[in-house]
């Protein structure tokens, strides 16, 4: 048994690195056409925030010695600007200036995916050991066989269309998710100064991945996902009790299931994480000591997140909205529609404390949702972490009705902008009420995985309890 | 050496003495002055350009008091409250034909002026509150001439131009506003400022309907004062007025032949005396230096036949066309090598009278054809792309035939044409000033080689407009040059569209500028410096035009809709919150533990209600419980219901009776 799951998964892995190099070689093939594609200029795929043009916009402005926020084009971080700046240079010995920087995009691409294997694998390692230390495995295995989920997720994140969309569509979400994947990786593999590096370069970049920062302390504190710890703590008093049932079990307890927090990881990651905040903090304050200093960095890239102001069209729901809303009501709704996001952080890390990459995966699905400038690339990150879980959500509601949704929206969306703007038959709301569409698919998406989850921690605990009742 | 030194000093302290005397003595006499004139000209398209010129002055208030007999006392005031240096404000409707009107003569580079409202202005008060003066200013003038030059006020319509307009520096403002309606509640505050409004003298031939009905109609006002320099050398407030039109004579005059007309003809008024209050009053008759030189060539046919020429350098001789009215003075412009000078011939309105008014005609006696001088390049700009989402601006320059003339240092390797371009864009027209390329006739260039300077500010959204200052060095022999900027276009909230959004949003026109090329008239008689149309004309100005204004559609959202958007977004966000809060609240075990522990006990109504509503919560059917009376409760629960209603009641009556 054991034999064939290794050769099972030796023949997956081959198979994902395969698929991984084709997918590869499939964008640097479509990003030589990115030209006629003409995807960075999709509302859908690169947002204000973004938008590489808007940072090109920005180097140039470096470049005449003008502060690069002076305009209202660019608004990322000025370290990505100095990074990326002298890759959207125009060269004109060069046909096709942007190679350079559809190069990085796919590598980033192709490291997160990596990223992503790495943490399912210990995910799908954790889940059979989890099962084994309850005496579940036996009645798991009659059911299902468990998923080998980190290279299907893998997979999924290089060949989600959305992803290829963003990664040949020139603009910097590619790099976000690398850095919110670096720091759920740094995480679940007891990483700490890469967590924290992943974490902090995350939210400096694009202020969302903040709220991640629970999620990584449980990871830390608690270790990968399991069941509730309670089902420990009863399963090893039964061990206790009754020893000889299980054979593997006394060798499992050799090494104790976590259930206590454990501190020192933490104030570690506290340290890591503020030498890194104050060393990115330093880095910015060095370049913008001619341009206003941080107070106008964090005005113009935080503020500009925050108070929507740029209301072009993107595919989430607050540019009409603050587009129609009446003056004097913008700031009650910009509150509310802010602390959406930060109420349910607290409720959702109660009842999901046990299973922190899940955590991740639900924060990132509601900050895509409401945040001010979303775009295809948060929805890639989010729908291959919810692959990771692809044991565990087994029974998941509405999944076909769901993946429907997700298509049919994609593919009416531009249909819709197309309508609207170049051809000016149809009105803003066609394209709002595709927005609204994802929002709900989105909003499903969620509701279901989050119960889905729950239900399934029920039923392990049902399980758990056969033998007792 | 010490000697001469010092008796150096001592002659030129005597000397600055003396001058500073002389310069008193000339100060003293300076009086206020007003002067009318008007300059008609023929234009090669069969059309008239009619130029009124009326100037008023006023001596330093330090010298003369601040009190006037002409000098109207609302600018006055203006100057002073504001500290307004320099300040023009015009009116147009229509566009300045720069191929057949002219491009190059002083006429066109000063009264040529976009369509609708211009203003700005140069301050003498400190940097940081020149943008308060601005704001003041143009509420004062929005107030004085009945128009919406407050819209200027915000900060997203005006710019301050460091080195491209008018090559000031620090406390010009510059605003437009394209799209404002000129008419004649703007022209009657206008004539208000003159000493004798339109009841007598030149401005007596402004007949609205003729006016208005021309091809072009601007009205403009410039104001110039050194009031606040402390140098003694102060001229005080000149108030400049002027009002060009272009006219189209309507008398049949043949399909070939340009068609006489007469002031009457033109006006329908004619010009009975002069203003009693205007030091001068002349109307001149201008004609351009390729009608005079082809003039010329008439007369030297006709020489052997017609002796007399010479002799009588007046209309009646002259075999192109005959004028009605013999001048008093022609005035010659200066020839040189180059060009020929234009003529210009002077008429006084003094000497006539209600029973004899002024009316002078033009009639020509043979076919003319000729053609105005143009600005070395002809600009023009215009939109590129289709669509509601990005585009791009492009401004062409196409090479005239007057390219080679008059060009400085005329080295035929080392020949350069500098223009400056001066640019300000709204900001929902979100330029990509990165994406600057240059095409020199034709092919792409190295932005380098050829802007000599540059200076961006870019726009920021709601707070201030793109301004883009550029100074490019082409080569003499170039055909044309191309300046093409992307841009997006963006997306406003719904109160900031304008009533009729659909129309489309203005780009005010861009100001494209020669630096190399003067333009003047310069005439060799000395008493032309007397008048002030005249020494107008002989000032050097730049050579500059402006090019078209653009419109650009932008998208709208639906303006019915805001409520709806409201309801169905909060809608959303409601059930996203609900819903995901209500999947984490559940705990099945639980709740079944409590139903079966409810059902042991008596089912009473309150008990019934709330396992109904767990059921409910569940998604489960409910099922009645085994008690047969399921009316009983039902009743009871509406009388509970009916007993809440009345309990929220009272508190609400005891509440609004509290508070009052």
Redesign the interface.
């Known amino acids: 048994m054991e034999e064939e799951n290794k050769i099972g998964s030796q023949i997956k892995k081959l198979g994902f690195w395969k698929w991984a190099v084709a997918s590869i070689i499939f964008r640097l093939v479509l990003s030589y056409f990115s030209e006629n594609l003409n995807l960075s200029t999709r509302p859908e795929v690169s947002t204000p925030l973004t938008s590489l043009r808007r940072l090109a916009e920005g180097y140039w402005l470096k470049q005449l010695s003008m502060s690069p926020y002076s305009g209202s084009m660019y608004h990322g971080s000025p370290l990505l600007l100095s990074v990326l700046g002298p890759l959207t240079v125009k060269n004109i010995i060069v046909e096709y200036q942007l190679f350079g920087y559809s190069l990085v995009s796919v590598i980033a691409d192709f490291i997160s995916a990596v990223l992503i294997r790495a943490t399912g694998r210990s995910l799908v390692a954790a889940h059979g050991h989890n099962l084994k230390s309850l005496g579940l495995d036996k009645l798991f295995k009659d059911i299902v066989e468990i998923l080998p989920s980190g290279d299907i997720a893998g997979l999924v994140y290089l060949w989600n269309p959305f992803t290829i969309v963003s990664s040949i569509g020139f603009n910097t979400s590619p790099i976000e998710n690398l850095f919110v994947i670096v720091s759920l990786y740094g995480a679940s593999a007891g990483l700490i100064p890469l967590a924290a590096f992943g974490w902090v370069m995350a939210s400096h970049l694009f202020l969302y991945p903040l709220v991640l920062f629970i999620p990584v302390i449980f990871l830390l504190g608690y270790g990968l996902d399991g069941p509730p710890r309670k089902l420990f703590v009863q399963s090893i008093l039964r061990g206790e009790e009754r020893p000889a049932d299980h054979v593997e079990l006394n060798s499992l307890t050799n090494k104790p299931i976590k259930t206590t927090f454990s501190w020192r990881r933490v104030i570690l990651f506290f340290l890591w994480t503020s030498i890194w905040i104050s060393y990115v903090l330093v880095l910015c304050a060095i370049f913008m000591r001619e341009y206003g200093g941080l107070g106008e960095m964090f005005k113009r890239t935080y503020g500009f997140v925050l108070s929507v102001e740029d209301l072009s069209p993107n595919i989430g729901v607050l540019w009409y909205f603050f587009a129609e809303v009446f003056d004097f009501f913008r700031n009650f709704f910009l509150i509310v529609f802010h602390v959406n996001i930060l109420f349910m952080i607290l409720p959702l890390a109660i009842r999901l404390n046990h299973r922190p990459c899940f955590l991740v995966f639900v924060y990132l699905a509601i900050s895509s949702m409401l945040k001010s400038y979303p775009s295809v690339g948060d929805s890639a990150l989010y729908l291959s972490l919810l692959v990771l879980f692809l044991n565990e959500l087994a029974e998941m509601q509405f999944s076909f009705f769901l993946f429907c949704g997700y298509v049919g929206v994609s593919l009416l969306s531009p249909v819709m902008h197309n309508i609207w703007i170049w051809r000016g038959t149809g009105n803003a709301n066609f394209y709002f009420a595709t927005a609204m569409a994802y929002a709900c698919f989105q909003i499903i998406l969620v509701v279901e995985s989050v119960s889905a989850m729950l239900n399934y921690d029920r039923k392990i605990k049902k399980l758990c309890n056969i033998p007792k009742v | 050496m010490s000697f001469l030194k010092s008796g150096f000093l001592l002659f030129l302290v005597l000397f600055s003495a003396s001058e500073s005397i002389a310069e008193e003595d000339k100060v003293e006499k300076l009086n206020e002055e007003f002067t009318e004139a008007l300059l008609l000209r023929p234009l090669p398209d069969r059309k008239v350009l009619a130029h009124f010129h009326f100037q008023s002055s006023a001596p330093p208030t330090r010298t003369y008091g601040r009190h006037h007999y002409i000098f109207p006392k609302s600018i006055y005031q203006l100057v002073h409250k504001f500290q307004v240096r320099e300040m023009e404000l015009s009116f147009t409707q229509g566009r300045w034909n720069y191929e057949r009107w002219g491009g190059f003569d002083p006429i066109s580079n000063s009264n040529a002026k976009p369509p609708g409202v211009e203003l700005w202005a140069d301050f003498d008060v400190p940097q940081d509150q020149v943008d308060d003066s601005w704001k003041n200013l143009t509420h004062a003038l929005s107030g004085l001439f009945c128009a919406s030059i407050n819209f200027l006020e915000h900060s997203t319509s005006y710019s301050a131009p460091q080195w491209s307009f008018r090559s000031f520096s620090g406390k010009l403002r510059y605003g437009m506003l394209p799209r404002e309606a000129v008419c004649t509640e703007n022209l009657t505050p206008w004539l208000k400022l003159l000493p004798c409004r339109d009841k007598a003298g030149l401005s007596s031939l402004m007949d609205r309907p003729s006016i208005y009905k021309g091809y072009y109609h601007s009205q403009r006002l410039h104001l110039k004062s050194d009031e606040f320099d402390t140098s003694k050398m102060s001229t005080g407030i000149v108030l400049e007025q002027t009002l060009t039109v272009v006219l189209q004579p309507n008398t049949f005059s043949g399909k070939i032949s340009q068609p006489s007309w007469s002031l009457s003809s033109l006006f329908g008024r004619k010009v009975s005396g002069k203003c009693s209050l205007s030091n001068s009053s002349n109307v001149y008759v201008q004609f351009e230096r390729s009608i005079v030189s082809e003039e010329n060539e008439l007369r030297k046919k006709h020489e052997a036949s017609k002796n007399d020429i010479f002799i009588h350098d007046g209309s009646q001789s002259n075999p192109l066309f005959e004028l009605s009215l013999p001048p008093i003075r022609v005035i010659k412009e200066v020839e040189n090598l180059q060009k020929k000078g234009s003529i210009l011939y002077e008429f006084p309105v003094e000497d006539y009278d209600e029973s004899e008014p002024f009316d002078l005609e033009l009639r020509w006696k043979v076919p003319v054809v000729w053609s105005c001088e143009q600005a070395p390049l002809r600009a023009s700009r215009f939109l590129l792309g ?5 585009g791009a601006i492009a401004i062409s320059m196409k090479s005239t035939r007057s390219n080679n003339v008059e060009r400085v240092g005329s080295d035929e390797k080392e020949c350069w044409l500098k223009v400056g371009i001066f640019q300000v864009v709204p ?1 929902y027209v ?1 330029v ?3 994406t600057l390329e240059l095409f020199l006739d034709g092919e792409p260039q ?1 932005t380098m080689n050829i802007i000599e300077k ?1 200076r ?7 707070v201030s407009p ?1 301004v883009m200052e550029i100074d490019l060095r082409l080569p003499c022999c170039v055909k044309t040059a191309a300046l093409t900027l992307e841009f ?1 276009k ?6 900031e569209y304008p009533s009729d959004a659909n129309q489309g949003f203005d780009i005010p026109s861009a100001v494209v500028h020669f630096a190399d090329f003067l333009s003047n008239m310069s005439f060799d008689d000395n008493l032309s410096t007397k008048v002030p149309i005249l020494s107008k004309l002989q000032e050097k100005t730049p050579v500059l035009s402006y090019t078209e204004v653009l419109l650009v559609p932008l ?4 303006f019915s ?2 409520y709806n ?2 309801t ?2 909060c809608t ?2 409601a ?3 609900g ?3 209500n ?4 705990r ?2 639980e709740e079944e533990r409590l139903l079966r522990g409810k059902a042991a006990k008596k089912t009473g109504p309150l008990t019934l209600m709330l396992s109904k509503l767990f059921s409910k919560l569940r998604g489960k059917p409910w099922e009645p419980s085994k008690t047969p009376s399921s009316s009983s409760p039902k009743s009871s629960i509406n009388y509970k219901l009916v007993a809440k209603v009345a309990l929220v009641a009272a508190i609400a009556a005891a509440w609004q009776y509290y508070f009052q």
């Open positions: 289709s669509g509601n989402e990005r900001w979100k990509y000033y990165h190295s540059i961006v500010s870019p726009s920021e959204d709601k793109g997006d963006g997306f406003l909230h719904i109160d998208t709208t959202p639906d809709m805001p958007v409201i169905i977004t959303i966000f059930l996203y919150f819903s995901l809060l999947a984490l609240r559940r099945v075990g």
